[in-house]
């Protein structure tokens, strides 16, 4: 049963930075396009950058430019840099496989406020 686990959120100020971490376990990294995803009180799960099994990445516009994914095959691990956070970005964050997606893991909240 493939495992997925959000961390690195937290409470920042507008223009500060966060980096979240997903560890996948349990199934075989390397072989999936992978995207992170958030979702806002009260809106619908939105994908906000997605990258594939070569490393190559697509971001929503709302976060271009601002973000970057990157993944670690070696260690089961996807990231997300976030930059010039803006209170728009609150939300909670998950990671997920592309196409089929997994069950959905916990999350990581990113709160961004003065």
């Known amino acids: 049963q493939v495992q997925l686990v959000e961390s690195g959120g937290g409470l920042v100020q507008p223009g500060g930075s966060l980096r979240l971490s997903c560890v996948v376990s349990g199934s075989i990294f390397k072989n999936y396009a992978m995207g992170w995803y958030r979702q806002a009180p009260g809106k619908q799960r939105e994908l906000v950058a997605s990258?594939?099994?070569?490393?190559?990445?697509i971001y929503a516009d709302s976060t271009k430019g601002r973000f970057t994914i990157s993944r670690d095959n070696a260690k089961n691990t996807m990231y997300l840099q976030m930059n010039s956070l803006k209170p728009e970005d609150t939300a909670v964050y998950f990671c997920?496989?592309?196409?089929?997606?997994?069950?959905w893991g916990q999350g990581t909240q990113v709160t961004v406020s003065s």
């Open positions: 997920n496989r592309r196409y089929p997606p997994w069950d």
């Open positions: 990258i594939t099994t070569g490393a190559s990445t």
